[in-house]
């Protein structure tokens, strides 16, 4: 209980409020979590199917660069790496989701035709370009699971964030304020109590007085009787 | 503003990327990995120009822990794993801490 707030009725009003005005707040900041809780269900399976596709597209494509090495040679492989010109480029958008801003990855000249690749036709065979197509594909995916991962890990932060935000509020701020307010309000009633109390001796001591005045008198008009 | 992907990792894991007309793919030798990786992966979390690191997930153990959680927990670049299986790295860590409960866990069993 935190005994440093005075027990007074203007604190105790002020109180009321900032209850009534926390409890709209956990509320509120308990749907945000709920809906945000939701909206990352839909994007973690979206990720895990993604990230399974990421997978298999890599298998297939370390495998046909393997084949690629193992026909042609490391050095052709690699010569017609070196010959290529076009270079993927992403460009980032962003969305809103629940007041959270995650990216939207836009790709250009990922996939290339066989003329854009650079390397010439001739000194080249079509194991290498179907390795070079297969991880033009890969990067696509990899464009795609970079976007829905970073939505995850955005989603994420803001899940924590809003968790610890209405724990604070239940834990810590709304127990506290209902401990300062029943504090206050016993105080309050100590208070009552002990002015009626006073009050009570007030006015037995003004009736003794009245009735030992009364009493004088009356023994002063007797005694001038006589 | 464009941005490119950085590919950082052994020579034999950079080359299919470059033929893919990936240009920012840094190959680091398997026996200099332990030395360079940490310096190598700082450079490109710290260039502007990097929208996505892609790095295999074996690779992942040569880096420092602090480099690590950096890296993982980065969003501008974000960081692609490969070769890791259907597990996302800490991402599974940072589920169970704000959900409270591994959903990864039950994905695997139902599998």
Redesign the interface.
């Known amino acids: 209980m935190a005994t440093d707030v005075k027990p007074t009725r203007k604190n105790l009003m002020a109180i009321e409020d900032r209850i009534e005005l926390s409890e709209r707040g956990h509320d509120t900041l308990e749907k945000k979590r709920d809906g945000l ?1 939701m909206e ?2 839909d994007i ?1 399976d979206q ?2 199917d993604v ?2 596709e ?2 298999d597209t ?1 298998d297939r ?2 495998q046909r ?1 393997d084949m690629a090495r193992a026909m042609d040679g490391d050095v052709a ?2 010569g ?3 010959a ?1 010109k ?7 958008q962003s969305k809103n989701i629940m007041g959270v801003v995650v ?1 939207q ?1 836009e790709s ?3 996939r ?1 035709s066989l003329d854009q ?1 650079g390397y010439g036709v001739l000194g080249t065979s079509s194991r ?1 370009d179907a ?2 197509e ?3 594909e ?2 696509e995916q ?2 795609l ?2 976007e829905v ?2 939505a ?3 989603l ?2 803001e ?2 964030t809003t ?1 610890r935000r209405v724990n604070a509020l239940e834990f810590k701020l709304l127990p506290e304020l209902h401990s300062n307010k029943e504090y206050i309000e016993q105080k309050l009633e100590e208070q009552e109590r002990e002015e009626i109390f006073r009050m009570k001796k007030i006015k037995d001591k003004k009736e003794a007085q009245e009735r030992a005045e009364r009493e004088a008198a009356e023994a002063e008009s007797v005694s001038a009787d006589d | 503003m464009s941005k490119e992907i950085a590919v950082v990792g052994s020579p034999d894991f950079t080359t299919g990327f470059r033929l893919a007309g990936v240009r920012k793919a840094v190959s680091v030798p398997e026996d200099e990995m332990s030395a360079e990786l940490d310096e190598t992966v700082k450079e490109q979390l710290e260039s502007d120009d990097v929208g996505i690191l892609v790095m295999h997930d074996d690779d992942l153990e040569y880096l420092s822990r602090g480099v690590r959680e950096a890296v993982q927990q980065s969003v501008d670049p974000v960081l692609v794993t490969l070769g890791g299986g259907t597990d996302s790295g800490n991402l599974r860590e940072q589920i169970k801490r704000a959900i409270g409960i591994d959903l990864m866990e039950e994905d695997e069993q139902q599998l």
């Open positions: 809780i990352f269900m973690l990720a895990q990230r399974s990421l997978e890599y494509a370390q660069l492989v690699r017609a790496a070196a290529l076009e270079h993927p480029e992403i460009t980032t990216p990855i250009t000249r990922v290339k690749r290498i390795a070079a297969a991880y033009e890969l990067l990899i464009i699971a970079a991962e970073t995850m890990k955005e994420l932060d899940i924590e968790k």
